[in-house]
């Protein structure tokens, strides 16, 4: 029996296990259990239970027990119960008195008598121990009760911990959840400015797996090939940055994105990065980390080197035949001349020639402003005959370009087609402009149409000068010339795709491209669908 043994020694031994169990960083049932055997021992009891309190339910329910074989913890539920109230204890003796009486007759474990311990945390009841005892009563020492409530004590403080360690977990959970959801990058550098955090937006914009920069030093991941601002950050730590309450550090640049041979994904381009440091410190103004904040740029900047070229480019190509109305006017003005009729009637040619082209300009402006604001609106009609249209756009094409041969191939029964006549007109004459344009030497132009179950598709195939793979993805935008020596001596304002495809696409239909594989030149093809 305890009170034969020095309970000074055991009060120290168990004390020092359970200290020991409670800073291991146990399971929190473990720590429960380890308290609980130590207040059975105490006791020389024969068992023992710890009920928590679950305040979703707001009942007990058992976290540990010492002593109790499965089967028979069910037979321990009268004690999980609500109890009169601790006010009127002598009601509550006699009540728990009256339930052990139930629970030694049911589990049949020769238990006698009961100490109740309420685990109480601040002025919340977290549950509640029970040890029991076997054999004749007998009066627990005021000391041994003592030990027996620090015990409870204990286990109050472990579930304390238990649940606040549990909180910080799941806010830990919902922050990291966060920012790995952020729609902006997001990257977390250590003190030295290693990676320690990289989300999904950072990666996907830098094109590199999380898993291949944490670790990595901030420099070797951002390698800036030119910088808008005046410092990065390697410069301004050079330089003391964060200062005491000093504002975020701002970095703006492109970096190259990696050409990686297993990544499909990472394609190897310049992107535009903005990126705002943000320093945390610690309470004696160390800086702990720095949270990085990254804005993926290279729309806006392609946006703003659109706009410019988009100015040049239209100036350009508005003044080019303004200039030569005005120059062929003025020349047929001339008082001192006697022009011959075939002079004027082919001076008249050209200014009315020009005049055209100064028109599908600005048509081609005026689209372009219905695309962008939402006003582009097709004028259908259910009978058009795209052989026929193809064999117009030909005959137009035909006095101009001297050194190309028109073929033209159309699957036999070809259908009408629902669509804008007017435009699928525009659409071909681009492609069938381009095929002249950028085929100098001349050659066949092949333009066929073939019949699908679905849809058809109509070609456009030349023999000129193709287009560079590495550029397939930009010679459908807006204002995109492709920079070669043909691009910059032919005229053109890098409208004409965009447009071809916006016409195509209004009428469910797509427009792809290929190099020929059997010799030079590039195809052009668009669907239809067939009704
Ligand atoms: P534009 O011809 O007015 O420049 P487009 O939008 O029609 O504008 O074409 C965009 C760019 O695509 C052209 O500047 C040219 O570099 C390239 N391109 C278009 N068609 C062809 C083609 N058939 N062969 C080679 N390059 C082409």
Known sequence: MAKLVDIRILQREYL????????????LHDVLRIILQSAVELVSGRAGLIALHDAKTDSLRVAAVYGIPVHLVDHFAPLLRDLPTERDSIEQEVELTRRLQKIARDAEMGLTQMVRLPMVSGDQAVGVVYVFLAGSAYYV?????LLLRSFAEQAAIAVKNARLYQQVNQEKQRLDAIIEQSADGVMILDAASRITVFNRALSQMMGRPAAAVIGRQHDEVFQWHSLKTPM?????????????????????????????DDDQSADGNRISLGVTYAPLMDSDGRMTDIIANVRDLTRYREEESLQKTFISVVSHELKTPVSIIKGYAGTLRRQDAHWSPEVVDDSLTVIEEEADNLNDLIDSLLEVSRLQAGTFNLEVSDDVFLPEVAANVTRKFRSQAKNHQFVLKFDEAFPLVVGDERRLTQVLNNLVGNAIKYS?????????????????????????????EHQHHRIFLKFSRLDNA???????????????????????GRIWFHNNPDGPGTTFTFSLPKD
């Open 16 to 27: 020092l296990a359970i200290s020991r169990a409670l800073t291991a960083e146990l399971d």
């Open 232 to 260: 990065d950050l390697k410069k301004a730590l050079a330089n003391g940055w964060p200062l005491p309450g000093a504002a975020h550090l701002y970095v703006e640049g492109d970096v190259q994105r990696p050409y990686a």
């Open 440 to 468: 100098p030497d001349g050659g066949d132009i092949i333009i066929s149409g073939a019949v699908h179950p679905q849809h058809v598709t109509i070609s456009v195939q030349d023999r000129g000068i193709g287009i560079p």
């Open 486 to 508: 043909l691009s910059r001596k032919t005229e053109g304002t890098g409208l004409g795709l965009f447009l071809s495809k916006a016409i195509i696409e209004a009428h469910q």
């Open 141 to 145: 020492p005021q000391d041994v009760n």
